[in-house]
């Protein structure tokens, strides 16, 4: 499998700066932020499936720009995969007709631009080739998942928006083939205090996370402000763990 970083930014501000968003292989994205415009029209038509981690705007804001974009371009509906709950609030407050069209009506409800698959944490999807990905436990504000991709070669984890998470290592750990870790730290040390309250991790609530890792891997660190993009990777890098954790950078490519 390969995964390109289309964005890992917290927010937006400059061609650098776009909000999360991967591209696994061709076919697949995780999340769909802002990250999503960096592909091109006939790049957006082969995408089959978006799988997403969350409700929160920075994560789901380009789907409804894909199916305006090259829906009529494709073959087949564009699948989102996510939880119950997720889906629930993407049909109450997105795709709505108020905010945005209904896209598993148009242009028809028989054939439809896209349609929902409703996933659980623990879910396996075969998506073909050899390649499985599977939903994480989360927590965060809203109901929320990570994802494990699994080549059968080789592993990539990420987080997905998360606070102190002990179920996430409890699965981390017997993953065999774990080559890539991402991980969010969305705040610095000095907004402790609010990432303990909007479920998201600041450097030395990472660093207690880190030390819950009992599997080597490549650590990556995403969803940083971008306003303080060096306050925080400064405070991360004063931390104590086996593998110094690297910043996650835009048009970065994972084979694994």
């Given at each position: 499998?390969?995964?390109?970083?289309?964005?890992?930014?917290?927010?937006?501000?400059?061609?650098?700066?776009?909000?999360?968003?991967?591209?696994?292989?061709?076919?697949?994205?995780?999340?769909?932020?802002?990250?999503?415009?960096?592909?091109?029209?006939?790049?957006?038509?082969?995408?089959?499936?978006?799988?997403?981690?969350?409700?929160?705007?920075?994560?789901?804001?380009?789907?409804?720009?894909?199916?305006?974009?090259?829906?009529?371009?494709?073959?087949?509906?564009?699948t989102v995969h996510a939880t119950a709950p997720t889906i629930e609030i993407l049909?109450?407050?997105?795709?709505?007709?108020?905010?945005?069209?209904?896209?598993?009506?148009?242009?028809?409800?028989?054939?439809?631009?896209?349609?929902?698959?409703?996933?659980?944490?623990?879910?396996?999807?075969?998506?073909?080739?050899?390649?499985?990905?599977?939903?994480?436990?989360?927590?965060?504000?809203?109901?929320?998942?990570?994802?494990?991709?699994?080549?059968?070669?080789?592993?990539?984890?990420?987080?997905?928006?998360?606070?102190?998470?002990?179920?996430?290592?409890?699965?981390?750990?017997?993953?065999?083939?774990?080559?890539?870790?991402?991980?969010?730290?969305?705040?610095?040390?000095?907004?402790r205090r609010l990432a303990e309250l909007a479920l998201h991790l600041c450097p030395?609530?990472?660093?207690?996370?880190?030390?819950?890792?009992?599997?080597?891997a490549e650590v990556y660190i995403t969803h940083l402000k971008p306003s303080e993009?060096?306050?925080?990777?400064?405070?991360?890098?004063?931390?104590?763990?086996?593998?110094?954790?690297?910043?996650?950078?835009?048009?970065?490519?994972?084979?694994?």
């Amino acid at each position: 499998m390969r995964l390109r970083i289309l964005g890992c930014s917290g927010s937006i501000g400059g061609p650098q700066h776009r909000t999360t968003s991967f591209l696994v292989d061709q076919d697949i994205l995780i999340d769909a932020g802002t990250g999503v415009g960096e592909l091109s029209l006939p790049e957006l038509a082969l995408i089959d499936h978006v799988f997403v981690t969350h409700s929160h705007l920075d994560h789901v804001d380009s789907i409804a720009f894909i199916l305006d974009s090259v829906g009529a371009m494709r073959p087949k509906p564009l699948t989102v995969h996510a939880t119950a709950p997720t889906i629930e609030i993407l049909k109450k407050n997105l795709f709505n007709w108020d905010i945005w069209p209904d896209f598993t009506v148009i242009p028809t409800a028989q054939e439809p631009f896209m349609q929902y698959q409703e996933i659980a944490v623990g879910s396996v999807i075969d998506i073909g080739k050899g390649r499985t990905i599977t939903a994480l436990p989360a927590n965060h504000t809203v109901p929320a998942v990570g994802y494990w991709l699994n080549s059968g070669k080789s592993s990539l984890v990420f987080s997905g928006d998360t606070g102190p998470n002990d179920a996430l290592w409890e699965i981390v750990n017997g993953v065999d083939n774990l080559k890539y870790l991402i991980i969010e730290t969305a705040f610095s040390d000095k907004d402790r205090r609010l990432a303990e309250l909007a479920l998201h991790l600041c450097p030395s609530m990472l660093g207690e996370e880190l030390a819950k890792l009992k599997r080597p891997a490549e650590v990556y660190i995403t969803h940083l402000k971008p306003s303080e993009i060096e306050l925080t990777m400064q405070e991360i890098e004063e931390l104590t763990t086996p593998v110094p954790p690297r910043l996650l950078q835009n048009n970065q490519v994972f084979d694994f």
